[in-house]
Every structure is written in C-alpha cells, then in structure tokens.
C-alpha cells in the first residue's frame, strides 16, 4: 500500500483574486466541479493507496475535512502546521508520522492544487516507479514538456527518456527565461519538475539525516510533542519554529544521489497562472475561454471569468487578455504578465485593502458568511450553516443583530429561551445577549444576519461554548 501525503497549507497569489490566503486555489473549482484539492484526493485513492495524510494549516483544518468528506474520503491523518515553513518541514513530519507504524511504507507526497487530467495515466506511472522506490530510490516524476515554460523548474535526466522507463536524475534547474526553455526543450533531456515525489518513509528520513540534518531534531519533537484535536493532530509550535523554513528540493533533493525520474507525458499543471488555466479551460479556436456569465465579442487568445452568479462579464475586441470578475475585485491583464499578478497582491498589502489576503467567503466549520452590505454602523451578511452545524454560544459587546431565515429552518437560542425559527420568520438578538444558531435539519440553512452597533468587527465575540474548540 502506497500512503498518499497531501500538501495543502500554501497560500498562492498568482490566481489572485480567486486564489487569496484566506481561502487559496487548491480548495477551489477552478476547472470542473471538483476542487483542485479534491481532484487531487480523488486521484491518489484506490485499492492500491492507503488513507490519504494530509499537512495544512490550522485556518484550513475543517475546509480539508468538509471537501473529503463530500468526496467521501476518509483521511488516515490530518497534520496541522503551527505556522507554515515551506515543504521540506512538511514532508519531513508526514514521514516520522508513517515511519512511527511501518518505516518500511511507501509514500507519495503531492501538492493538492496540480490538474492532472488522466487520473489511470499518473496512477500507472506511480506504479512504475514503485519499484525504484522499494529499492532505495527517491523517485520524482518529470513531466513532458508541451512548450518552453518560465515559470515551472526543470529536470535534467542522465540521458533522452524512452517512453515512461526510470531514468537518473543529473541536477535540477531554476527556472529559466525563455531563450534557455526553448534550448532545454528543443534538446530533449529536460523534463518539467512537478515536484511529486514517492519514497519509503525510512529513506527519506535518512536523506534528511544525511543532507538536511539540522531540521531532524525539531521536527522530530514537534511530532513527538503533537496534540490531538478534534480528531487533528496539532504540531508542537515552539520546536516546530526552529525548523528551517526551506523547500524540499533544497533541503534534500539537489543533494542527494538517490534519484530517479518516471516521466509523464499524460497531460499536467500547476495552474501557476491564469495563462495556465487558459489553456486548461479549452479555449475554442480565437483562444477564447469562458465561464459562464462571460460573454466575448470580436476577442481573440482570451480567459474571460466571472466568480459572481449575477455578474455578467462582457468584453469586446480583447486580444491576449485575462479578466476575472469577483464580487469585491476585478483584474485585467495582459496574459502574458500573468506570472506578474503576484505584484498587485504586493500592492494591495501596501495600502491595506483586503482584498489583498481575505476571500469574500468567510469559510467557517459550520458553513460560511458573507458580507452584502457595509456601513458605518450597520452590516448584511448571508450566512449558510451546513445540515447538523451549530455556531458557538457567544454574545457582543457592541452589536445587536437581526436573524431572518430565508431557506430551512434555525434552532435558535437566546439567553435561557429556545425555538425553531423557519423560512420567512424572524428573531431579534439583543446586544450582551448569549445566543447561539443551529440547523437541526437534512438540508443547508440561510439566513440574512443585519448587524447594528458601534463596532462590527469579527474580533467582537465572547464564546461560551464551542462543539469546534476555538478560543
């Protein structure tokens, strides 16, 4: 059994606005139903794989456990990074954590926001390189070149690959402009570096040990010292901060003499840009794509998407251009500075719009909410709470609030009083008054939350009682 290692505690910003740190790509439908995370969780199931492990951070914990359990996916594992220290840390403590019950198991270690479409293509070429790995071996996979990418690393093999036979590994190369990716791919020795890999769980601890060894000790104690919670397991913060925060590439792979490639020529992304998700999004044949509420007119080599039921994007005569429509942000960019939307994040965080880090969506255990109307002394919010979910019993210091149920039906307490509120009723929540919703049904429950005070900051809560354990 191969135990699968999903990576999903980073933040991207180059599919900004819909990829933000509050609520990054990997856990958005970007192509298709599914999300990326979840296509990924799909992916690397099946008779051959165990439970899959996954390492996030603490704000994603339930987000992960929601979009498994809607794919009916039950984790082995759920490792929660006190803070974030790139990659190489992560994987270090998914291998103690394996190695602990069979120092002999095989894991392969993903990121959860790649597009892979042939699912049985990528679970072959696991299977090849099972057996390097089984020997020793720290396998990656290099994926075929389809043109000369500069935003992607690359792999230089030992010699030309035939067909998806395992080939040695010389050294890895930075990412490289674009006179260079021509050459690399023109030559043919060069595969893309997906950045998946597959080992057993002793030997990557001994690469650690032999190349890395300065991160063995706090990550050891961070797993030694973790917390259950809520079926989480918590890393231990204070060793956990000692590690390096460095990627596994230059932690241990770059160093070590172990490897071998299994090419893939099945068709792979990263979605590290919104010229990728163009061409993942099919363009027809004026290289349009579009989502639906997006209209194009006389456009040519275009991505036009619109993230908002009730906003229709319509654009004319565009050509190489990406627009993306959100309910709070909109971005217009030449497609070929998409690698430079990073910088409007910059930009945003430098005069403290929150558009910069915080998704529209506010995602909660229970649901999420979000914000229809602000101002300066009142606020609208839609607030969906899952079938089961209850909030906490909380009260505020300086806000009233006025539920009105639009779909199901609320269990709603306030102070010592208790009752179901259903569609088109109302109740009224006084201020400094304990409270407290739930959805006692089968079905999701929406409400209109209006908010009226002097400060209308999430930070104004008291939690009496909490079934998720927040402070």
């Known amino acids: 059994m191969i135990t699968p290692v999903l990576l999903c505690g980073g933040s991207g910003t180059r599919l900004w606005p819909l990829s933000r740190k509050s609520y990054p790509k990997q856990f958005a439908a970007i192509l298709g139903e599914e999300t990326l995370f979840q296509a990924s969780a799909r992916r690397l199931s099946g008779p051959k794989f165990a439970a899959p492990i996954a390492v996030t ?40 954590h394996v190695a602990a ?7 392969l270690v993903a990121p959860s926001d790649h597009v892979v479409p042939d699912a049985d293509a990528f679970r072959k070429a696991v299977e090849i390189g099972s057996g390097p790995a089984q020997n020793g071996q720290l396998v990656t996979f290099g994926i075929t070149p389809t043109h000369p990418e500069t935003g992607y690393g690359y792999l230089e093999l030992a010699s030309i690959p035939e067909g998806d036979t395992p080939v040695s590994l010389t050294r890895f190369v930075e990412k490289p402009d674009a006179e260079r990716a021509t050459a690399m791919v023109a ?26 060894p300065s991160l063995i000790a706090p990550v050891r ?29 230059y932690a241990v792979m770059e160093r070590a003499d172990n490897l071998s490639v299994v090419p893939f020529q ?7 840009g919104w010229d990728a998700v163009w061409r993942e ?8 794509a579009l989502s639906i509420g997006a209209t194009a007119i006389d456009c040519h080599d275009t991505l036009l998407r619109s993230e908002v039921e009730t906003l229709e994007l319509v654009g004319i005569g565009l050509d190489n251009i990406v627009a993306v429509a959100m309910p709070d942000a909109v971005l217009v960019a030449d497609k070929s500075r998409a690698q430079d939307v990073k910088e409007a ?20 255990p229970w649901g999420w909410f979000e914000s229809l109307v602000i101002g300066q002394r009142f606020q609208v919010k839609r607030i969906h709470v899952h079938p089961g979910a209850a909030l906490s019993l909380q009260s505020h210091h300086h806000r009233s609030e006025h539920w009105i149920v639009v779909e199901g039906t609320a269990k709603v307490t306030i102070n010592d009083d208790v009752k179901l509120v259903s569609e088109n009723q109302s109740v009224y929540i006084p201020l400094g008054a304990k409270h407290r919703m739930e959805n006692p049904g089968k079905v999701p429950m929406v409400l ?13 809560i008291i939690r009496y009682e909490d079934v998720y354990a927040r402070g």
């Open 57 to 96: 951070a603490s704000d994603f914990r339930f987000i992960v456990t929601e979009q498994m359990h809607e794919i009916g996916i039950d984790p082995g594992a759920i490792l929660i990074e006190p803070e974030g220290r790139n990659t190489a840390p992560a994987i270090l403590a998914a291998a103690f």
């Open 101 to 107: 019950n069979d120092p002999a198991a095989l894991m």
């Open 187 to 212: 030559g043919g020795r060069h595969l893309w570096n997906s950045g998946i890999f597959l080992f057993r769980a002793s030997d990557i601890i001994a690469a650690f040990e032999a190349h890395a």
């Open 221 to 249: 104690e961070a797993c030694e010292m973790a917390q259950p919670d809520l079926g989480f397991l918590r890393l231990a913060p204070e060793p956990w901060a000692k590690a390096e925060e460095i990627s596994i590439d």
């Open 266 to 272: 099945a068709g792979w992304s990263d979605l590290g």
């Open 281 to 288: 999004t099919d363009p027809d044949a004026d290289g349009v």
């Open 345 to 364: 994040v910059v930009a945003l965080k430098a005069k403290q719009a929150l558009q910069a880090t915080t998704f529209p969506k506010d995602h909660r």
């Open 448 to 460: 209109i939350e209006v908010q009226t005070g002097s400060y209308l900051g999430e930070d104004d």
